[in-house]
């Protein structure tokens, strides 16, 4: 049950834009992932619970941000419920699209369950619907994911794998990598792995 912590800075100029402090835990039944975050200079910012099924679909995401909440679902394609701060108007939607994304780095450990890429394989296109705090605004995205390469890494506790994907946005083209070693992001665009208590879980390998 891998504990940590993540921090994300600016792309550009690199400045600081806040921390995610983590817990998540592979079961029989999927994966669920917890975490509260804060500003760069420490206070509250929102928080996520997002639980997935064995094949990493979206079952529940509950989503905070500067008052804002977001509640989703896998549901003819994904369906969720947005409520502005002053709780008075909820405004629902729904996409055909595979799953949710947004700035933590869980969405990107759910995606690729979704897609169980094989190394070497064509790209995959996915169509997810992001949303970015503090409003919690939706968009729809189309990316395109590939896994150039998985490779064992020895530990102490082990060889452990870590896959290489890259991954594609479709309207800019604009591409970048991310790292991923079982349910924990090792690195990725804007964020940094800065802490971990235990090991990252491993999934089933795909059939």
Not at 105 to 115: E, K, M, S
Request: with cysteine; proline share 8%; hydrophobic share 35%.
């Amino acid at each position: 049950m891998p504990r940590g912590r993540y921090s994300f800075h600016d792309t550009h100029d690199h400045t600081p834009l806040g921390e995610e402090h983590f817990h998540c835990a592979t079961g029989p039944s999927g994966w669920r992932y917890t975490a509260q975050t804060t500003h760069a200079d420490g206070s509250h910012a929102g928080s996520i619970d997002l639980t997935v099924d064995e094949l990493g679909r979206p079952i529940r995401l509950e989503l905070t941000a500067a008052s804002w909440q977001v509640r989703g679902a896998a549901l003819d394609g994904v369906t969720w419920v947005r409520t502005d701060p002053s709780g008075e108007h909820a405004q629902e939607g729904n996409v055909r699209a595979h799953a949710f994304s947004g700035v933590s780095p869980a969405f990107y450990i759910a995606t690729a369950r979704i897609l169980r890429l094989r190394p070497g394989a064509p790209a995959t296109r996915v169509r997810l619907v992001a949303f970015q705090p503090p409003v919690l605004a939706p968009r729809t995205l189309d990316q395109s994911w590939a896994l150039v390469k998985s490779e064992a890494h020895p530990t102490d506790s082990g060889p452990l794998t870590v896959d290489e994907y890259q991954v594609s946005a479709l309207d800019t083209g604009e591409q970048h990598t991310v790292h991923i070693a079982g349910d924990v992001v090792l690195a990725a665009p804007g964020i940094e792995l800065e802490d971990l208590e235990s090991a990252p879980s491993q999934f089933p390998p795909a059939d």
